[in-house]
Nanobody, 122 residues
Framework: VQLQASGGGQVQAGGSLRLSCAAS????????MGWFRQAPGLEREFVTA????????DYADFVKGRFTISRDIAKNTVYLQMNGLKPEDTAVYYC????????????????WGRGTLVTVSS
């Protein structure tokens, strides 16, 4: 499985961005697709995830009400709509594919994209 993330960029505080992550491969039927982020000098952290079958979602507390994850099964693509961005959201955002839960744990994800940079200025 190969993952290609896109949609990052620079935005002012309060603005919005939409990230996309397209998966390619012979067969694609994961348990979960998720987004993690890593700010400079900090560890990578869980942001959100969606179960591929059923669509159940999970969010980190710091993005609840601002970010929305969705998926397009036909396109093997997951999206991250980010509204109300804050300077502390500045990070490289990574999408990942996992085969089991808990979905908040990085170790549960088998494939990772290269990341896309999101910069939020105040």
């Amino acid at each position: 499985v190969q993952l290609q993330a896109s949609g990052g960029g620079q935005v002012q505080a309060g603005g919005s961005l939409r990230l996309s992550c397209a998966a390619s491969g012979r067969t694609f039927s994961p348990y979960v697709m998720g987004w993690f982020r890593q700010a400079p000098g900090l560890e990578r952290e869980f942001v959100t995830a969606v179960r591929w079958n059923g669509g159940r979602t999970d969010y980190a507390d710091f993005v609840k009400g601002r970010f929305t994850i969705s998926r397009d099964i036909a396109k093997n693509t997951v999206y991250l709509q980010m509204n109300g961005l804050k300077p502390e959201d500045t990070a490289v955002y990574y999408c990942a594919v996992g085969s089991s839960g808990p979905v908040t744990m990085m170790s549960r994800y088998d494939h990772w994209g290269r990341g896309t940079l999101v910069t939020v200025s105040s």
